[in-house]
């Protein structure tokens, strides 16, 4: 066996499970789950319709580089929601089967590991794929913490010359999970420059791209970045986007990488081998849905009416914030996060996952202790439901603090 798989960690699902395990909840209370980042809200009728329409592709070996139509239609997007130049659909446009086997693969693809010391930097708190893939591409994971002082931006003067000296793969996420922190093109000219100076790769994961509270300032995405900057050709430079988020399609698996195009030619030839070409069908709801913005706007409105709900019940007790992007909120406790965690579970029904699951004690912080995380993926009269039992519990745990 693979002995690199006893240095993976649990996925913070399991620990969530260990942490409940044994654990009854009021039963008067019905059980909320806002702890997975899954989307709830319905799969758009025209993604559905063009997925049983094209049921006769299954009759054919899917190519792993997708149809010209796909690709193409990929682009359009890119062209159209960034303002870049047409990317080029057949040398730097791939589709990928969602992004979190590519950001996965990506790894294996970039990183050498036989080089001593490899080097993988990664946000802090993170997705943990992030991790699974340096420690199985043989790297050594690098943590930037992304703390409140900040603004939860990361801090690339963190890290010392000599990590990024044997930094080969740099993620970033924006908007990030689960701060929901967004980079602007400082932070981005600054990225672009250490991997000028130490020529590691950036991945940049944008699959929380299209959910945003202002419909006047969508985030800005790394591809963007990289136009107004200058960088033609978008050196070491591929975006990971995904449409589980922007179209309520989780189960569908597809998404795209874009960017630097002789990159892509090798994560191509890896997958090639690897052996994830996405079947027709869903090639065909994929152009649908990427073709139309309607349903990706209504997404965001029932996105930003709960949040508009949510935030002030809930800023009764707590310093919560809206977030720049994504469906979560990263929110404070005034307790550890694993006992904030179980008591909701245990009396009000109500799972969240603890921060601390998310992060990597780095540099003598775990900078996501007493945090836990609230997906508002459930329909509106559960996630208002949740804030008022969450509200419950701070003043309880306030009563308790007062004796």
Known sequence: MNPDLDRLQPYPFQKLADLFRGVTPDPGRSAISLSIGEPKHATPPLVREALGSALDGLANYPTTSGTPRLRETIAGWLQRRYGLPAPDPAAQVLPVNGSREALFAFAQTVVDGSRAGAAVVCPNPFYQIYEGAALLARAMPQFLNTLPENGFAPDFGELPGEVWNRTQLVYVCSPGNPTGQVMDLAQWRRLFELSDRHRFVIASDECYSEIYPDEARPPLGALEAAHHLGRSGYPRLVVFSSLSKRSNVPGMRSGFVAGDRDILARFLLYRTYHGCAMAPPVQAASIA?????????????????????????????????????????????????????????????????????????????????????IALVAPMAECLEAARRIGELASELKQENAV
């Not at 809206?322 to 996060?337: E, K, Q, S």
């Open 289 to 373: 849905a990427w073709s139309d913005e309607a349903h990706v706007a209504e997404n965001r409105r029932l996105y930003r009416e709960k949040f508009d709900a949510v935030v002030p019940i809930l800023a009764r007790h707590f310093p919560a914030r809206m977030p720049a992007g994504g469906f979560y909120l990263w929110l404070p406790t005034p307790v550890a996060d694993t006992e904030f965690a179980l008591r909701l579970y245990r009396d009000y029904n109500v799972a969240v996952l603890p921060g601390s699951y998310l992060a990597r004690a780095a540099r003598g912080v775990n900078p996501g202790a007493n945090y836990v995380r």
